[in-house]
């Protein structure tokens, strides 16, 4: 199993999102079972390019200093919302699909760069594991945030994830 951390940039990770606590202490928690039971944990950054204070060399653009990459663990930086738009995590992730199929993925934002991730395993036959509460987004012209993490988790992604609890998803990382 590899646990994909995907767009928990400082930009994007703000208090405005849906269940921001929730999602920081179970991002937190996941990493840190990962980290604890041999589980990989890759980052995934996404660069909008320059002038959008989401590119390289933003302060915008590096990990959130609560979820930061432990040295040694790789990060993958993407240009379009599914991480498998990055040539060398899609290699790299493939070579590993081998062994285990199970992709974990948290992160930002629900309706962007997680759906378009989520689509992208399982379509290349990734058993695609989303623990509750670990992937949010902000309000927009047509819904809540609310309303949008639960559309996506609850009926989008119905047929294509397998969803669990925080604690599950830990037990899981002990198997």
Known sequence: MILLVVDMQKILLDEAMYGYGALVDGAVRLIEAARKNG???????????????LSAGDEGFEIADAVRPAPGEKVFVKTINSAFGNKELKKYLKKHRDKDKRLM????????????????????????????????????????????????NEDVWEELVESVTVEEAVGLMRE
């Open 39 to 53: 589980v990989e944990v890759v980052y995934v950054q996404h660069d909008a390019g320059p002038g959008s204070g």
């Open 105 to 152: 993925i948290i992160g930002l934002q629900t309706n962007y760069c997680i759906d378009a991730t989520v689509k992208s395993a399982f379509e290349r036959g990734y058993t695609v594991i989303i623990p509750e509460g670990t992937n949010s987004t902000f309000d927009n012209n047509y819904m809540t945030a609310e309303t949008t993490v639960r559309y996506y």
